[in-house]
């Protein structure tokens, strides 16, 4: 019976492996990764299988999880790739998040509320972007066009005079009515 389950055991230790990222080939239809794996074992090319609609490609050092379809180590498949060197950390339950290793990330968070950090974030709209919201706030910064900002327009306005047409011919006062800073 001791020589059933030991059979077993290897069978099941050539069908799973943990790895250690070596490298990630991102220019294939499908990644290959390059790993390490348990007892110093390495493996060449295989295909790591991400979710649809997600991709990443991982720094080497990154753990990772391979089935070996069959016990045939020659034909092994990446099902998951993890980096807890980077991975945040003190999401409630429920929590959802995107991250990079440069501290970029996407979470939503409890309550309906998504919060996105990062130094730029650039929209690339072709037609339009659209807010549907009763408040956008912009509590730091400034906004800005083209050609001028909300302060310089604000400026403008609360400055403006002009000559009056009719018989006076003298200058209007600035509007009475001045737009404040937030």
């Known amino acids: 019976m001791k020589n059933v389950f030991t059979g077993l055991k290897l069978g099941l230790g050539n069908l799973i492996a943990r790895g250690v990222l070596r490298a990630l080939d991102s220019h294939a239809k499908c990644q290959r990764a390059s790993l390490t794996l348990m007892a110093g074992e390495v493996t060449e090319g295989l295909e790591y299988l991400e979710p649809y609609g997600l ?6 050092g990154a753990e990772s999880v391979v ?53 730029t974030f650039i929209v690339n709209a072709q037609e339009r972007v659209t807010f549907n919201t ?39 006062d600035k509007p009475a009515a001045q737009m404040g800073a937030a």
């Open 134 to 172: 009763p408040l956008l706030e912009v509590p730091q910064g400034e906004i800005r066009d083209k050609t001028s900002t909300i302060s310089s327009l604000r400026q403008t306005y609360n400055g403006h005079t002009h000559k009056e047409n009719g018989d006076g011919g003298g200058t209007t």
């Open 67 to 119: 089935l070996f379809l069959e016990a045939d180590r020659s034909h092994g498949v990446v099902i998951n790739v993890a980096d807890r060197r980077y991975r945040l950390q003190g999401l409630e339950q429920g929590e959802v998040a995107l991250y990079s290793d440069e501290g970029d990330s996407l979470v939503l968070r409890r309550g309906n509320r998504v919060e996105l950090s990062t130094k």
């Open 55 to 60: 991709t990443s490609t991982a720094h080497p």
